[in-house]
């Protein structure tokens, strides 16, 4: 329960605990942002770490001065592509046999639901998924499963980080410090989950009533 209360507390105070890292660590604050947007992308159990969120806080103080945009930038970018090239080969590794049983440090749930939106979309999910929190984490290391080639998923996994990366960065930097963001800093940052919410939690209520469809057209045919 208090790791759940601290995460939060993360989440939504992002700008606040972002301040402190900075204030606290210097120049080092770029090292920790790499590692946390790497570790977000990298590994199948750190979803839950702050992506989208993360990004526009550390593009407002970019705009602040706190931070340099160009380093933050290249850095970020690096981290991004970086974490996806590895979930890619750790996936690659452990190859299909993680679809038949569920490895204890696998959210099977999720795995399979990337699987699903990735017979949808095929290579662009690789893209797509830079902008769905929890499928930007398993996207990558589907395709590894999956045995996508290695040029095209790079290709794939470039664009979709150029684009994340400069979408959210920059969305900070030029809006972040406006009167009404930076007054409302909280609620900016709810909404910027909630947004990236709604693709996910779409694609499971469809899911859901095509199930609870297909129920009722067995059960009538019974």
Request: charged content about 15%; proline content about 4%.
């Amino acid at each position: 329960m208090e790791f759940i209360q601290t995460a939060l507390d993360i989440f939504i105070h992002l700008d606040k605990h972002l301040g402190e890292i900075i204030s606290t660590y210097g120049l080092w604050t770029y090292l920790i942002l790499f590692l946390i947007i790497f570790a977000e992308t990298g590994f199948v159990v750190t979803p839950f770490l702050p992506g989208d969120s993360l990004l526009f806080v550390a593009g407002t103080f970019a705009a602040a001065g706190a931070l340099d945009v160009k380093i933050l930038f290249f850095l970020l970018l690096g981290a991004a592509v970086l974490g996806d090239t590895v979930n890619y080969e750790i996936g690659r590794f452990l190859g299909p046999k993680v679809f038949a049983k569920e490895m204890r440090f696998l959210n099977h749930e999720n795995l399979m639901k990337t699987q699903r939106f990735y017979e949808k979309h095929g290579g662009k999910t690789i893209i797509i998924a830079r902008f769905l929190p929890i499928i930007r984490t398993f996207a990558p290391f589907v395709a590894g499963v999956g045995a996508m080639k290695y040029m095209r998923f790079i290709s794939y996994n470039v664009i979709g980080a150029l684009l994340w990366v400069t979408v959210a960065l920059f969305s900070g930097f030029f809006f972040g410090n406006l009167p009404f963001v930076r007054d409302n800093f909280t609620l900016v940052i709810f909404a910027i989950i909630g947004i990236s919410a709604i693709p996910p939690f779409y694609a499971y209520l469809k899911s859901w009533l095509q199930k609870r469809a297909q129920e009722k057209i067995g059960a009538d045919n019974e």
